[in-house]
């Protein structure tokens, strides 16, 4: 398709627009809660994709190693933004925090 434009995820697989991804296989999902500059980690599934949409208070930096330092820091997610984020195989650690104090996110693992 000529002209065509889309979104790809870090491993360049297609994915929706963020604001509207694919379905959650568990709709609830996960509540990541952190406050600014704590480090927290969550379990993930590796090679499965996910959706993060911050609900309340803060922004939230996720990567795959501890996020302290920038150069660590895979995703972004703004205060009620979605994005999606692969997980590469081998990985089931994603690290996280917020940028200021009560951040709360849903973490959904999308169905394939």
Known sequence: MQGEVFLSDNRGTRVPPAGSPNPAD????QLLQADQGEAKSATVVAGAKYAFTATRNAS????LAAVATAANVGWACGLYDTIIIVIPAGNTTLHYSAGTNNGNGYLRRLAE
Request: no cysteine.
């Open 60 to 63: 939230f930096h996720f990567g």
């Open 26 to 29: 568990t709709p609830a999902g």
